[in-house]
């Protein structure tokens, strides 16, 4: 990979046939293309819903606990930390590939797709995720609409991924009627994909880090190979659906593990699940043994200030260490040869997992947080149970479907909704198109519809 293409300003869907782009606004040094990016991100709908989705602790009265949206904004300023102090040297190394890019560019780019790294998490956070995957295996509805797709359409239900929901939302689902949805430029959209895979894959196993997971549906397929070859991404050689990663998409996976594994337990003490004493000693082992910020403590009143300090020294400590990570191997990463996250290669990689431990040991598993986390697993797998026939019988008779399903198809949005005339309505795009709309729900909202078609709630005669 070349760092001149990687950091392309093409936006995807605004590129014609003779390669020229004209719908792109040209760069301005007061507000670049990136920082576009960045802008589109931040004002679309998908990014605003992050607000009443779960991070750990879902529907919490308590306003000090973070969100998704919370959570995202945190990992971007993460990131553009990471991307500037990378792209600083980085413009150094390579005087001739990036003449025409500032440091400041590359802290744009992983600040946007940190800030959507996100953005495609269904309710109740990755137990959301699971409950989907778990009613395409076992709902006997769904069971009989997966006979009727292939093995590439089946793995995005079964393997459902909050990754690959983020590219359909930036790329299709934000701004329907543009193609390329958002229209991002391709390097954020390779640098936000972290995961640069279809979700089935024929040949060899693949091994690392970039491929644990599926990053790309199989019907947006197209859009990601339009990115890929914007920015000259590497393709595996024993697989025609997945690449090697874009470089910067460690430095957003880097950033949202210092973000949650080190917020979580400023989180976790705040709220009672750990003490002062285990959270000051977890966040202390980040940092040198001989640090000073350790002797500022005692001059701190407040333990929970002090956890908050604690918690800016450890992010500042981590953040330096993944940037000189990233460029003591930034050779092999361009050349498709390491595939491990930078957080694993750190010298306090260990005290760093005994962070996740923590949150495992005591957090994760809090009663409020499994309590909620089980009946929003039981709210997603009803509400699929209960569209899905409506959304079929509507496609499929239209006007002579039943009264049931003419009166509840009101309550979902026109855009998910395909007709049996429609040419895209086969069996695999309905069951996408509900996927959308589902996933797409906050927590509130979701319980409350749950609460409304099943009779639990009525509003009040």
Same mark, same amino acid.
């Given at each position: 990979?070349?760092?001149?293409?990687? /950091?392309?300003?093409? !936006?995807?869907?605004?590129?014609?046939?003779?390669?020229?782009?004209?719908?792109?606004?040209?760069?301005?040094?007061?507000?670049?293309?990136?920082?576009?990016?960045?802008?589109?991100?931040?004002?679309?709908?998908?990014?605003?819903?992050?607000?009443?989705?779960?991070? *750990?602790?879902?529907?919490?009265?308590?306003?000090?606990?973070?969100?998704?949206?919370?959570?995202?904004?945190?990992?971007?300023?993460?990131?553009?930390?990471?991307?500037?102090?990378?792209?600083?040297?980085?413009?150094?190394?390579?005087?001739?590939?990036?003449?025409?890019?500032?440091?400041?560019?590359?802290?744009?780019?992983?600040?946007?797709?940190?800030?959507?790294?996100?953005?495609?998490? @269904?309710?109740?956070?990755?137990?959301?995720?699971?409950?989907?995957?778990?009613?395409? !295996?076992?709902?006997?509805?769904?069971?009989?609409?997966?006979?009727?797709?292939?093995?590439?359409?089946?793995?995005?239900? /079964?393997?459902?991924?909050?990754?690959?929901?983020?590219?359909?939302?930036?790329?299709?689902?934000?701004?329907?009627?543009?193609?390329?949805?958002?229209?991002?430029?391709?390097?954020?959209?390779?640098?936000?994909?972290?995961?640069?895979?279809?979700?089935?894959?024929?040949?060899?196993?693949?091994?690392?880090?970039?491929?644990?997971?599926?990053?790309?549906?199989?019907?947006?397929?197209?859009?990601?190979?339009?990115?890929?070859?914007?920015?000259?991404?590497?393709?595996?050689?024993?697989?025609?659906?997945?690449?090697?990663?874009? @470089?910067?998409?460690?430095?957003?996976?880097?950033?949202?593990?210092?973000?949650? !594994?080190? =917020?979580?337990?400023?989180?976790?003490? !705040?709220?009672?699940?750990?003490?002062?004493?285990?959270?000051?000693?977890?966040?202390?082992?980040?940092?040198?043994?001989?640090?000073?910020?350790?002797?500022?403590?005692?001059?701190?009143?407040?333990?929970?200030?002090? =956890?908050?300090?604690?918690?800016?020294?450890?992010?500042? &400590?981590?953040?330096?260490?993944?940037?000189?990570?990233?460029?003591?191997?930034?050779?092999?990463?361009?050349?498709?040869?390491?595939?491990?996250?930078?957080?694993?290669?750190?010298?306090?990689?260990?005290? /760093?997992?005994?962070?996740?431990?923590?949150?495992?040991?005591?957090?994760?598993?809090?009663?409020?947080? *499994?309590?909620?986390?089980?009946?929003?697993?039981?709210?997603?797998?009803?509400?699929?149970?209960?569209?899905?026939? *409506?959304?079929?019988?509507?496609?499929?008779?239209?006007?002579?479907?039943?009264? &049931?399903?003419?009166?509840?198809?009101?309550?979902?949005?026109?855009?998910?909704? /395909?007709?049996?005339?429609?040419?895209?309505?086969? @069996?695999?795009?309905?069951?996408? &198109?509900?996927?959308?709309?589902?996933?797409?729900?906050?927590?509130?909202?979701?319980?409350?519809?749950?609460?409304? *078609?099943?009779?639990?709630?009525?509003?009040?005669?």
């Amino acid at each position: 990979m070349s760092w001149n293409r990687l /950091l392309t300003p093409q !936006r995807l869907g605004t590129v014609d046939r003779t390669g020229a782009q004209p719908c792109a606004p040209a760069d301005d040094p007061l507000r670049t293309n990136y920082q576009r990016d960045f802008d589109r991100i931040i004002f679309c709908s998908a990014f605003r819903r992050l607000q009443d989705k779960t991070q *750990v602790f879902p529907l919490s009265k308590i306003d000090y606990v973070r969100t998704r949206l919370t959570h995202s904004l945190e990992a971007s300023s993460i990131g553009r930390s990471l991307g500037t102090q990378v792209g600083q040297t980085l413009i150094e190394r390579h005087p001739h590939d990036l003449k025409d890019t500032q440091a400041a560019d590359i802290g744009s780019i992983c600040a946007a797709a940190c800030l959507a790294h996100d953005i495609g998490n @269904p309710p109740f956070g990755h137990s959301g995720e699971e409950a989907i995957r778990h009613w395409a !295996r076992t709902s006997s509805y769904a069971r009989g609409y997966l006979t009727q797709l292939n093995d590439y359409e089946q793995a995005d239900l /079964l393997a459902f991924e909050g990754n690959a929901q983020g590219f359909r939302i930036v790329t299709r689902l934000q701004n329907p009627d543009n193609t390329g949805g958002l229209q991002l430029t391709c390097a954020t959209l390779a640098t936000f994909s972290k995961y640069p895979r279809t979700a089935h894959l024929t040949g060899p196993t693949l091994s690392g880090v970039s491929v644990k997971k599926h990053g790309v549906h199989v019907a947006d397929f197209d859009l990601f190979a339009q990115v890929a070859q914007a920015t000259h991404l590497i393709p595996h050689t024993d697989h025609t659906h997945a690449w090697h990663r874009h @470089p910067f998409a460690f430095l957003v996976e880097a950033a949202d593990d210092i973000a949650y !594994r080190v =917020i979580d337990i400023e989180d976790g003490y !705040r709220l009672g699940h750990l003490t002062y004493a285990t959270a000051a000693e977890a966040l202390s082992a980040l940092l040198p043994a001989q640090d000073p910020a350790k002797n500022r403590l005692q001059q701190i009143r407040e333990p929970k200030d002090r =956890i908050e300090f604690l918690r800016a020294k450890a992010i500042s &400590h981590l953040t330096q260490q993944a940037a000189a990570c990233f460029l003591d191997q930034a050779k092999l990463i361009l050349q498709g040869q390491l595939d491990q996250p930078l957080c694993d290669q750190l010298d306090c990689r260990v005290q /760093l997992d005994e962070l996740l431990k923590l949150a495992r040991t005591h957090i994760y598993c809090a009663p409020e947080v *499994v309590e909620i986390q089980a009946a929003g697993f039981r709210v997603i797998g009803d509400l699929l149970d209960y569209f899905l026939p *409506v959304i079929d019988d509507v496609a499929r008779q239209g006007d002579q479907a039943s009264a &049931h399903s003419r009166m509840l198809i009101q309550l979902i949005p026109t855009q998910f909704i /395909l007709s049996q005339d429609d040419p895209a309505a086969t @069996p695999y795009t309905r069951l996408l &198109h509900l996927t959308d709309f589902i996933s797409g729900m906050t927590d509130s909202y979701a319980v409350a519809l749950y609460k409304k *078609v099943t009779g639990i709630a009525l509003p009040a005669g």
